[in-house]
């Protein structure tokens, strides 16, 4: 099975962009940990298609994400 490591020889960007992705959808409270919406998402950037099969890694559970974001607004 393939890790999101593996896909940047095709994409160098395609960490940044998994990143920018999940924390768009967290945010609009969609499911951060869709393979076919992210597939979708980078095909429509233009960005090369990884795959139908999902990445071993591609998943987060969003926790450490939304724990900063928290942290961010009992600080404001």
């Given at each position: 099975?393939?890790?999101?490591?593996?896909?940047?020889?095709?994409?160098?960007?395609?960490?940044?962009?998994?990143?920018?992705?999940?924390?768009?959808?967290r945010?609009?409270?969609?499911?951060?940990?869709?393979?076919?919406?992210?597939?979708?998402?980078?095909?429509?950037?233009?960005?090369?298609?990884?795959?139908?099969?999902?990445?071993?890694d591609?998943?987060?559970?969003?926790?450490?994400?939304?724990?900063?974001?928290?942290?961010?607004a009992?600080?404001?």
């Open positions: 099975m393939a890790r999101i490591a593996d896909m940047e020889q095709d994409n160098a960007n395609v960490r940044d962009q998994h990143r920018e992705w999940q924390e768009q959808r945010g609009n409270n969609q499911d951060a940990n869709d393979w076919n919406a992210f597939r979708e998402h980078l095909k429509g950037i233009g960005a090369p298609d990884p795959g139908e099969d999902e990445a071993e591609f998943k987060s559970d969003g926790a450490a994400s939304q724990a900063g974001s928290e942290s961010t009992a600080r404001a």
